[in-house]
């Protein structure tokens, strides 16, 4: 079974900063979900990656796919307070293919 | 457009009560469906998975189980609830085994 790591964990910001966070696999992996957690509900896709070295933009978000297909970045420009929440992701990698999720990182943006 | 209900949105029940949980997907047909549980605010874990009526995957052993009666319909059960089944339950459906998955609101289960 695949290994999956998101770091950091947690991240505190000032609203305006920049900020990336990274997910990692242990072995090579042929697309990438990203998706977006809010408090008490449940999380929302962000994007799909799955061409190595893929670059996609979503307003202030960057979402990039490693060139080695192991690993992917958010970077999130000027961060806002409705930026806040879990980020996920998430690859095919389960048993039958399912996806298996990273634990992800908990972003908090102070206003 | 597809929609995923799930409800109730929050439980509280004693231990060793029953258990029932429903979500429910309109707007399409024949979806994967889904249990997680989320422990936390982290990670989800897959308790079970269906890919069509009748037919549950179980991912881990626990004191939960799933039926799937109706194409759309995805039930989470149990006969006798422990403390260490509280936390958040999210319900998801997709299209194919390992597309983008679509996630309801959540159930937050508090067993005392």
């Known amino acids: 079974t695949q290994l999956l790591e998101q770091s950091p964990q947690f991240l505190s910001i000032q609203e305006g900063e920049n900020l990336t966070v990274y997910c990692n696999s242990s072995?090579?992996?042929?697309?990438l979900q990203w998706y977006r957690q809010e408090p008490g509900e449940g999380p929302v896709l962000l994007v799909t990656?799955?061409?190595?070295?893929e670059v996609k933009k979503l307003k202030r978000l960057t979402f990039q796919f490693g060139d080695a297909r192991k690993d992917s970045s958010l970077h999130i420009t000027a961060a806002q307070p409705g930026d806040t929440g879990l980020y996920l992701c998430?690859?095919?990698?389960?048993?039958?293919?399912?996806?298996?999720f990273g634990k992800g990182t908990k972003l908090s943006v102070k206003p | 457009s597809q929609t995923i209900h799930q409800w109730p949105a929050t439980l509280v029940q004693p231990v060793g009560s029953p258990l029932s949980l429903e979500c429910t997907v309109e707007g399409t047909s024949n979806p994967n469906l889904y249990w997680y549980r989320q422990a936390a605010g982290r990670g989800l874990q897959l308790l079970f998975y269906?890919?069509?009526?009748?037919?549950i995957s179980s991912e881990v052993p626990q004191n939960l189980s799933a039926s799937r009666p109706q194409d759309r319909q995805f039930i989470l059960s149990s006969k006798k609830l422990l403390l260490s089944d509280s936390g958040f339950y999210l319900c998801a459906w997709s299209r194919d085994i390992n597309q983008p998955q679509h996630f309801g609101d959540g159930t937050r289960l508090s067993i005392l």
């Open positions: 990656v799955v061409t190595g070295g």
């Open positions: 072995s090579v992996f042929s697309s």
């Open positions: 998430a690859l095919e990698g389960g048993s039958q293919g399912n996806l298996i």
């Open positions: 269906s890919v069509g009526i009748g037919q």
